[in-house]
């Protein structure tokens, strides 16, 4: 049979064959064409826990990254502060742990993206020593960050980080942020991930000597202050300012979602980011789901937004979001139906004009 195609085609004109060529070659294309799926806008990622949930975030966030942060899933700040550290180091993953053991799923996480280096936020009693054997033991390399409180270890991921970047007309810059408020905080890292200011933590009246000895190391000349004066009182401020430090705050109501807005506000406005992406996140049970998308939003130039329900959007997000419509074009939501319902992401995908 092949000889006799063979001898057709030796008869047959040349343009013919030319022809019947293209026809072949448009038809393959076509096909394809029909059984690819277009790029969704609105997409979600999910997974039965907060471990498996930040791992489907790294995976679906990078297609390679030479290192990761690894923090406890049960104190939140360790990995917040981590934000710093994770964009400064080239842009990497922020995945959760247990204490005791590193689940399968984040392990495949991490040999999917091929990591060198992780760096273990926490000593060995906040993340056991077991979890570095097992790092090891598949081929990567592990660095111990910690301090004796949240303060401290914020001070040490700065140092680990390197050189503050500067918000335009300042000098180098840190955001500073509640330790008791952690979806601030949340809320937050993109811009700590993203611009390259160091995140530290402070208290609602002052700032702790460990945070004091990290501003100084660290050269920090300006701080932003995410938090109304019920978070971050104007002692603070005081106290900034007798050590030479300027700052300027940025508040919401008080709510999650008016907070989460403000900051993203600033990363319009003030840092200039184009805002192409809104990442939709879970904020009144502690925004945990929120703390692997720190590295999503802030490789996009994304905002990381807090809805104050899981079932209802509200009027100020549905606002902020409904003015980002030819802006935005891609929405992410973070966690399974229970966390934020099918009917909130339908009305945050509407507001933004996007098709499901």
Do not use: C
């Amino acid at each position: 049979m092949l000889e006799s195609l063979g001898n057709w085609l030796h008869v047959v004109p040349a343009w013919l064959r030319v022809a019947t060529a293209a026809i072949v070659v448009g038809a393959i294309a076509v096909s394809l064409a029909i059984g690819a799926k277009p790029h969704s806008p609105v997409r979600r990622f999910e997974g039965p826990d907060r471990y498996s949930t930040a791992a489907q975030v790294a995976v679906n966030t990078f297609t390679h990254a030479d290192i990761a942060v690894l923090a406890r899933g049960d104190d939140l700040a360790d990995a917040i502060s981590g934000s710093y550290l994770a964009g400064a180091q080239g842009g990497g993953p922020i995945l959760l742990t247990p204490q005791q053991n590193l689940p399968a799923v984040v392990l495949s996480a991490l040999e999917r993206l091929k990591v060198k280096q992780v760096f273990i936020i926490g000593d060995a009693t906040a993340i056991d020593g077991a979890v570095d054997v097992t790092l090891q033991r598949h081929g990567m390399r592990t660095t111990r960050l910690a301090g004796a409180s949240r303060y401290a270890t914020a001070g040490v991921i700065e140092q680990a980080g390197g050189p503050a970047a500067s918000v335009a007309g300042f000098g180098p810059t840190a955001v500073l942020v509640s330790s008791t408020d952690l979806p601030d905080a949340v809320a937050a890292g993109p811009i700590s991930f993203h611009s390259r200011f160091p995140l530290l933590y402070t208290t609602a009246t002052t700032i702790p000597a460990e945070t004091v000895s990290a501003m100084q190391e660290g050269g920090i000349t300006h701080v932003v202050l995410v938090g109304s004066s019920d978070d971050i009182g104007d002692s603070v401020v005081a106290q900034l300012a007798g050590l030479k430090i300027s700052s300027q705050r940025v508040a919401g109501a008080g709510d999650p979602a008016s907070k989460s807005i403000a900051i993203a506000n600033f990363e319009q406005q003030v840092l200039h980011w184009s805002l192409p992406q809104v990442d939709l996140v879970r904020g009144d049970q502690g925004a945990v789901d929120g703390v692997a998308t720190i590295a999503n939003s802030g490789t996009n130039a994304a905002a990381l937004l807090l809805t104050n329900s899981p079932n209802h959007l509200g009027a100020p997000l549905t606002a902020f979001l409904a003015r980002q419509v030819g802006r935005v074009q891609q929405l992410i939501v973070v966690g399974d139906a229970t966390t934020i319902t099918p009917s909130t992401e339908q009305a945050a995908a509407a507001a933004l004009r996007l098709r499901q």
